[in-house]
């Protein structure tokens, strides 16, 4: 769905590159998470992806269309939600969407069912000017989807919004990749990303440093440890071990047989923490 080879590209036409040799691909269905501190280069390959920006250097072909020879029948077939939402402030919720859906040439889904899903049903005759942020956010995800996109572009679709409305917006998503849907999810939450992705994508500095699904990803980095809350003397004891060392089995084997167990999990290390192993950067 989509390819993307030796992608360079630099604000000033010069040497300093904003992305460097970015090369990976995205199946039909998969959900994709690019994964970056700020600055590290996301926004702008996304930009590419979608057509905002100009191809300088690389090959990258999206839903079938080479981005080289941009052809407008590309945006009948993808969606976008920005974080940084751009609704006409003076039309309604509704006629933003009812406008919207005039510009593809595709059958469109109904403003109202939209509104409805996002949980603005009941707000679309107020103008989105008035609109909250995460109002906003939500009309701008709910446009996204209005051409029924085969590929859908989301940038940060959670951030700001209160956990009720994120949770619904998860779900959407997963829905609609259950639908078929593939998606190209752009994010710094780790969260998010692990929730949702198939793969991830780790960038920074413009390039990318490691493509892997976050299972694999925490079999291959995470440390194999279970942590054990038992009774000992009436007092709540906590202790973490390794489940490889045979000192550390021992002693469980031990709690397990002579005291009382409360809780016992595996600890897998989080994708925040294997991203700062790989890169040696924070997520922020
Ligand atoms: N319009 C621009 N002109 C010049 N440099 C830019 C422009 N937009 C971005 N950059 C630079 O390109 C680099 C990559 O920025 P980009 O916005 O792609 O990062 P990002 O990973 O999307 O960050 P964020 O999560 O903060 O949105 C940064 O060094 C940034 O300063």
């Known amino acids: 769905m989509i390819s993307v080879k030796n992608l360079y590209h630099s604000y000033n036409k010069d040497d300093n590159y904003s992305v460097k ?3 990976f691909n995205v199946d039909k269905g998969e959900i994709f998470g690019f994964l970056g501190p ?31 020879n941009i052809s407008s029948k590309m945006f009948n ?16 919720a509704k006629e933003n969407l009812d406008f919207y859906s005039k510009l593809f040439d595709v059958k469109t889904v109904d403003s ?17 000017g008035d609109f909250s942020k995460g109002m906003k956010h939500r009309l701008t995800f709910a446009r996204s989807m209005i051409n029924n996109p085969e590929l859908w572009f989301l940038d940060e679709p959670t951030t700001g919004l209160d956990p009720a409305i ?10 609609k990749n259950k639908e078929g849907v593939t998606i190209f999810l752009t994010t710094h939450n780790m969260f998010i990303a692990d929730e949702l992705c198939d793969r991830v994508a780790f960038i920074v500095d413009g390039e990318i440093k490691l493509i ?23 007092e709540i004891i906590t202790e973490t071990f390794s489940t490889i060392l045979d000192k550390d089995k021992n002693s469980i084997k031990n709690i397990i047989e002579n005291y009382q167990i409360q809780t016992m999990h595996t600890k897998e290390a989080t994708l925040e ?12």
């Open 21 to 23: 040799n970015v090369s």
């Open 38 to 68: 700020s600055g590290a280069g996301k926004s702008t390959t996304q930009g590419i992806l979608t057509g905002l920006l100009q191809l300088q250097k690389g090959e990258v072909e999206v839903a079938g269309y080479d981005i080289k």
């Open 77 to 92: 077939k993808i969606g976008m939600s920005f974080e940084q939402s751009n609704v006409y402030s003076k039309l309604t």
């Open 112 to 128: 109202m069912k939209l509104l409805k899903l996002v949980g603005l049903d009941g707000k679309e005759n107020i103008r989105a």
């Open 166 to 175: 994120a949770s619904n917006i998860k779900d959407i998503i997963k829905q």
């Open 212 to 234: 892997d699904s976050p299972k694999n990803l925490k079999l291959q980095y995470g440390e194999k440890l279970v942590e054990v809350e038992y009774i000992k003397e009436k």
């Open 273 to 284: 923490e294997i991203f700062i192993k790989v890169t040696g950067r924070e997520l922020k």
